[in-house]
């Protein structure tokens, strides 16, 4: 079956510095989405990419389609305590296949 | 608009006891879909619904069933409940899925069970 795998699984910054978490995919996507779950919260939609080599900002993250459509990123740059949380990608078919998360800690 | 609703918040179960657990969306969602979540595992799909009616099965799928008789609810039953089954549930509703189009997933706040 499809899988999709994130990485790191976790990962410690000091406040203001970058953060990446890469996600890939064993087959082809039709789209992509990414979200986020704040401690004890439940998961939020963050953005939905759909196109090859898409580029997309908010604010301070950057999500980015790879050319394949097998794989995505999510930037956050100078983070802030408020980035703290899980981010979880999910390919998009007839389910979502959901990644398996990448922990962010932010040291203050 | 309530969105997504999911009751009760905290369970505990004996093993081999059976329970529901609730969800319904009020947003006159077509997909419907239950996960559970585990430390380092993400989440996982249990089942899924694509309209009232029609359910699939997702990922982890032994030990749970679910129906979708109306639009609104989506409720998962566990069987005969195993310590296996702790972790905590989230029921989520889209507008639509499938290969052409795909919408966000709205996701309810979680059921935290517990197995003893």
């Known amino acids: 079956g499809q899988q999709v795998m994130q990485i790191p699984q976790y990962q410690h910054v000091q406040e203001g510095e970058d953060f990446t978490t890469y996600c890939n995919s064993s087959?082809?996507?039709?789209?992509i989405q990414w979200y986020k779950q704040r401690p004890g919260g439940h998961p939020v939609f963050l953005i939905q990419?759909?196109?090859?080599?898409e580029v997309k900002k908010q604010k301070r993250l950057t999500f980015q389609f790879g050319e394949a459509k097998k794989n995505s990123s999510l930037h956050i740059t100078a983070t802030q305590t408020t980035d703290v949380g899980t981010y979880f990608c999910?390919?998009?078919?007839?389910?979502?296949?959901f990644g398996t998360g990448t922990s962010l800690t932010v040291i203050p | 608009n309530a969105g997504v609703t999911q009751t009760p918040k905290f369970q505990v179960l004996k093993t081999g006891q059976s329970m529901t657990l609730q969800c319904a969306q009020d947003?006159?969602?077509?997909?419907m879909s239950w996960y559970r979540q585990d430390p380092g595992m993400g989440l996982r799909l249990i089942h899924y619904?694509?309209?009232?009616?029609?359910?699939d099965q997702g990922e982890v799928p032994n030990g749970y069933n679910v129906s979708r008789s109306t639009t609104e609810d989506f409720p998962l039953r566990l069987l005969s409940a195993a310590p296996s089954q702790t972790s905590v549930y989230f029921c989520?509703?889209?507008?639509?899925?499938?290969?052409?189009?795909?919408?966000?997933?709205?996701f309810g706040p979680g059921t935290r069970l517990t197995v003893t």
């Open positions: 989520a509703s889209s507008y639509r899925t499938g290969q052409g189009a795909t919408y966000e997933q709205y």
């Open positions: 087959t082809t996507l039709s789209n």
């Open positions: 990419l759909v196109k090859s080599g």
């Open positions: 999910a390919g998009t078919g007839n389910q979502f296949y």
């Open positions: 947003m006159n969602h077509e997909y």
């Open positions: 619904s694509v309209g009232a009616g029609i359910t």
